[in-house]
């Protein structure tokens, strides 16, 4: 059972702009959020993270912002820039069970 | 750089064979994991240690698999009598979990890419 899911496979957007990735859980006792970057060849790499008794959460020109009631999180990226190109994984935790989406490919052009 | 380390990072084993990876945590990581990825798909969760021991195994996706951290430190994976299936990415992960239900962000290793022939 998918207990996290992203729904878009993939994303592009230019240089410059925000980027947007979206995530939806439907397990009400997660509550700890991550999102993960992932280049070719290598392993996940952490980027940032949420608790459940916050709503946003900044890191330069990454925010995660978690809305419980809908069991939504999104990563907003902006200025987008080419060196982001990579797949993003968002993940969500409860005690000791850890849940991944499949992934989003974003594409950030020149 | 003392991040997470696995080995080999790539290995290619004919199907019925044994194969056994590596993972080095990052230093004094009292949290071990073991993911399987396979393509299109994010990372499954396979089992975990806290310190040496083995709290999690039921989802282990046979009992082909099995996981050792015999001292708390590095961490081994074994398939026995490999299947084509189990070809897939097989990732290690640790984490600095200090109170139960805290956060626990987990740092990954590079992976070891499985192919079976």
């Known amino acids: ?11 592009s957007v230019q240089e410059g702009r ?5 995530c939806d859980y439907t397990n009400s006792m997660f509550d700890y959020f991550l999102w993960y970057k992932k280049y070719p060849a ?3 790499t952490f980027l940032i993270s949420i608790s459940s008794i916050k709503d946003k959460n900044e890191d330069g020109r990454f925010t995660v912002f978690l809305n419980k009631s809908a069991k939504h999180l999104s990563l907003h990226i902006v200025p987008s820039q080419p060196g982001d190109s990579a797949v993003y994984f968002c993940a969500a935790s409860a005690l000791n069970d850890m849940r991944f ?7 950030v052009k020149p | ?30 949290r071990l994991y073991w993911y399987r990825q396979t393509l299109g798909q994010g990372p499954e969760f396979l089992t975990y240690f806290q310190n040496e021991a083995q709290l999690e195994k039921s989802r282990l996706l046979s009992d082909r698999f099995s996981a050792e951290r015999p001292k708390g430190s590095f961490s081994t994976l074994e ?12 990732l290690c992960a640790s984490s600095d979990l200090a109170l139960a239900g805290g956060s626990d962000t987990q740092y990954f290793g590079p992976g070891t890419r499985l192919t079976v022939l």
């Open chain 1, 1 to 11: 059972d998918q207990q996290v899911k992203q729904n878009s496979p993939s994303l």
């Open chain 1, 18 to 22: 925000i980027s947007i990735l979206n």
């Open chain 1, 42 to 44: 290598e392993g996940p």
């Open chain 1, 101 to 107: 989406g499949a992934g989003t490919r974003l594409t």
């Open chain 2, 1 to 30: 750089d003392t991040g997470v380390s696995q080995d080999p990072r790539h290995k290619i084993t004919k199907r019925g064979q044994n194969v056994t990876f590596r993972c080095d945590p990052i230093s004094e990581h009292n």
């Open chain 2, 79 to 90: 398939i026995q009598r490999t299947e084509q299936g189990d070809s897939a990415m097989y």
